[in-house]
């Protein structure tokens, strides 16, 4: 992959991570799983998304783009 | 804003607790759990201490080796305070859970990215350069003082409150604890000598040690409060059918209080103001190694959600089981009261007590630092010696403790305002900051504007009284904090940035303005 498109994908990876943290598909959406909104699970599942991207990025992106000291 | 929740914490605990709501053995219960906390805290600095050389850069730094856990909980606990365990259930409890999605949306993923793209560069620059203050670093790249010491004072100025309200917080909460035996001046003065000493003696290191204890602690206690209070209701499906009876607009995503405008500029507005908190900010500087913020930027969003969810959830559940709140009170110690023993809801006001204990040891120790470095040594003495600056610090410590202290006790209602909007006002540094981090065509002129432009614009909003303007039939209000449910502080920043692009472009940078300070690495 060259050098720009790997750029534009991580900065698409963390639009999609900011924007998605609100399930904002789900507004006025009610339905509960175990006692808790449905909501409240993408919220949950996507903070551990969120978890993974940021982990794959200090592997592969984060001294790409600041420079590293001792990686 | 969070000003306003601790204000909140300590007047309810005033009214829960004179009200007869804990007995007298209960009481005494409470005040031994805080004070043997604050020993332990105590002990820690004494051995932090031990460690410490004199020399300002491992006072206020802990010579820059703070490691993954250390930094982790040292940033978290500074930024949460009582804000978790009492302002957000409380929200929870009036308005429904979806401040679970505001506050991770803002602190586990926003502030996040921040870390990355402010902290790490700052991380890099301060490796190279050596600075301990985000003033000092802006200072020597623009050659300007005069950016400098704007700067520190933007910066102190927004603190004082800030430092302030957590003193009437714990003065309050004191006096709630032992029923009034301690007058609430006693309260506030004991809690502000305890602190001076403490971080007087301690530093960076010492701090960063009892705020990981602490950070443990709240997590700690707050699953163990799930799991006692889901136990004693029977389950989380029977918390949900009292919602659905009691509130049932609860469960729906989104409501009149949380508009998408409400979440978006909530979210944005605190974790970009928080980076510019000077605890916080200070913290960019102090990894042992990239690999200590890698790893800290990774587990970011996990740690969040494990506080937030069962702290909010909490909240939201006391609503559904018509757990009756008083006016003015907090939700959780009330919840508690009713579902776990006396003792383990002490515990969790110790919690709290302990998080605004450590959020005013860290903002004491880093304001003191922008005093000493970015205001005192410039403007007065440039030849301080090292020794003398690290005592300086100190006594910057005693002297701003003591003002916020005695202004504490005036407790005037103006001044909760302004505690409630410091967010607002740091997060107007944020985005000049960072185009001065990425942009090297940055000059100082953009910068003095951009800084002074948005701070003026904010600052009017804050102090000057709403006017009704009509525009064309329509009534608009001016100087109002939110425009068409949007808070003013993102205006604030739009002009920030916006001046300082434009007058950076339309002017030329001085001789002395050093854009290859803050170029590292790939750049």
């Known amino acids: 992959m060259n050098p720009s498109m790997r750029a534009v994908g991580w900065l698409l990876a963390f639009a999609v991570v900011v924007a998605g943290a609100v399930p904002w598909f789900l507004w006025g959406n009610s339905q509960l799983i175990g006692g808790l909104p449905l909501w409240l699970w993408w919220h949950i599942g996507w903070m551990i998304v969120a978890t993974a991207v940021f982990a794959a990025f200090t592997r592969h992106g984060w001294d790409r783009y600041l420079g590293g000291i001792d990686g | ?523």
Request: hydrophobic share 55%.
């Open chain 2, 1 to 523: 804003m969070a000003g306003i929740d601790i204000w909140e914490v300590s007047m309810a605990e005033t009214t829960l607790l004179s009200g007869g709501g804990l007995s007298t053995a209960a009481t005494s219960v409470e005040l031994l759990v805080v004070v043997g906390y604050l020993l332990v805290a105590l002990l820690v600095g004494l051995v932090a201490y031990r460690l410490t050389g004199t020399d300002a850069e491992d006072y206020y730094l802990a010579s820059r080796s703070l490691g993954t856990l250390v930094l982790l909980f040292t940033t978290f606990a500074t930024l949460l305070s009582a804000f978790t365990f009492f302002a957000g259930p409380n929200l929870a409890y009036r308005q429904g859970p979806e401040w679970i999605l505001v506050m991770g949306t803002m602190d586990g993923i926003l502030f996040a990215i921040l870390w990355y793209l402010i902290g790490y560069k700052q991380w890099l620059i301060g490796q190279q350069h050596g600075y301990v203050t985000l003033p000092e670093m802006l200072g020597d790249r623009f050659g300007s003082t005069w950016l400098r010491g704007l700067v520190a004072g933007v910066s102190l100025f927004w603190l004082f409150p800030y430092v302030m309200l957590q003193q009437m917080g714990a003065g309050e909460a004191l006096v709630g604890l032992t029923d009034g035996t301690v007058p609430y001046w006693g309260g506030a003065a004991l809690i502000t000598v305890f602190m001076i000493l403490y971080v007087g003696l301690a530093g960076m290191r010492g701090v960063a040690w009892t705020d990981t204890i602490q950070g443990l602690f709240m997590l700690s206690v707050i699953w163990i409060a799930v799991a006692w209070v889901l136990s004693a209701i029977g389950g989380p499906t029977v918390a949900a059918a009292g919602l659905d009876a009691n509130n049932p607009t609860f469960l729906a995503l989104g409501s009149s209080f949380y508009t998408p405008a409400y979440i978006i500029s909530t979210a944005v507005v605190i974790a970009f103001g928080v980076t510019m908190f000077p605890q916080i900010n200070q913290r960019f500087f102090v990894a042992e190694s990239a690999a200590v913020l890698k790893r800290s930027f990774t587990l970011w969003p996990v740690l969040v959600l494990l506080l937030f969810v069962p702290a909010f959830l909490l909240g939201t559940w006391a609503a559904g089981l018509g757990v009756s709140v008083p006016e003015g009170a907090n939700v959780l110690p009330v919840l508690l009261g009713e579902y776990t023993p006396a003792w383990f809801a002490a515990l969790v006001i110790a919690g709290a007590m302990a998080a605004m204990m450590s959020s005013s040891d860290s903002m004491l120790l880093s304001g003191s630092s922008y005093f000493t470095r970015d205001l005192y040594r410039p403007f007065v003495e440039p030849a301080v010696t090292a020794d003398r600056e690290a005592w300086l610090a100190r006594g910057g410590v005693v002297a701003f403790a003591t003002a916020t202290f005695l202004a504490s006790l005036t407790r005037p209602g103006t001044l909760i305002q302004v505690g409630s909007t410091a967010f607002g006002g740091f997060a107007q540094l944020t985005l000049p900051v960072m185009v001065a981090l990425y942009w090297p065509k940055t000059t100082r002129v953009g910068m003095l504007t951009g800084i002074s432009g948005s701070q003026l614009l904010y600052l009017s909003h804050v102090f000057v009284p709403t006017v009704p303007v009509d525009i064309g039939g329509a009534t608009i209000s001016l100087f109002a904090r939110t425009y068409g449910g949007w808070d003013v502080a993102l205006a604030g920043m739009m002009l920030g940035a916006a001046l300082t692009i434009s007058v950076s472009w339309l002017t030329t940078a001085g001789t002395d303005e050093a854009a290859e300070r803050f170029a590292v690495g790939a750049d």
